[in-house]
């Protein structure tokens, strides 16, 4: 969800530990960063790439990054993306809306590193995914439990 991070303190950036309890996710969709908090410190902040569509996500296919209460729901050693993590879309309220307007919700939403083309290049490629660098995911991945909120 969105936060205002005037509220929070910035950590430094001190290598980690397990012993850092990561309690939430959030994303910035319009500054393109997405910070790992733990209680209301912000641990790490990464540059992302988003869907290839802006806005928020409404149906299956659509290219965007939805927007909302979800939380880490699984994580994928073997992801075609190198490392990732499921987000838990749709809600309820996602599959009400999809299905009002004749649709599927979609699912398979993830924040997750790179495919063997690295595309940073391209700010937003992903459909509908969060994509990191794969060394960013592969902190993420070790310091973020599933159902940690997002």
């Not at 309820?92 to 299905?99: C, E």
């Not at 937003?124 to 159902?147: F, M, N, R, S």
Request: glycine fraction near 10%; include cysteine.
């Amino acid at each position: 969800g969105c936060l205002n991070f005037s509220d929070f303190t910035m950590s430094g950036k001190s290598s980690l530990t397990n012993d850092v309890k990561i309690t939430s996710i959030s994303v910035d969709k319009s500054a393109r960063r997405m910070y790992l908090l733990s209680d209301d410190t912000i641990i790490r902040s990464y540059r992302i790439g988003l869907g290839f569509t802006q806005m928020v996500k409404i149906i299956e296919g659509d290219g965007k990054t939805p927007e909302g209460r979800y939380y880490i729901d699984r994580k994928n050693p073997n992801s075609k993306f190198y490392l990732s993590l499921g987000i838990s879309y749709p809600n309820a309220q996602d599959r009400a809306y999809a299905q009002s307007v004749g649709a599927s919700a979609g699912g398979d939403i993830f924040i997750h590193g790179q495919n063997k083309k690295p595309r940073f290049w391209k700010r937003d490629w992903t459909e509908g995914c969060i994509a990191v660098k794969d060394h960013e995911i592969q902190e993420i991945y070790a310091l973020v439990p599933i159902g940690t909120q997002s």
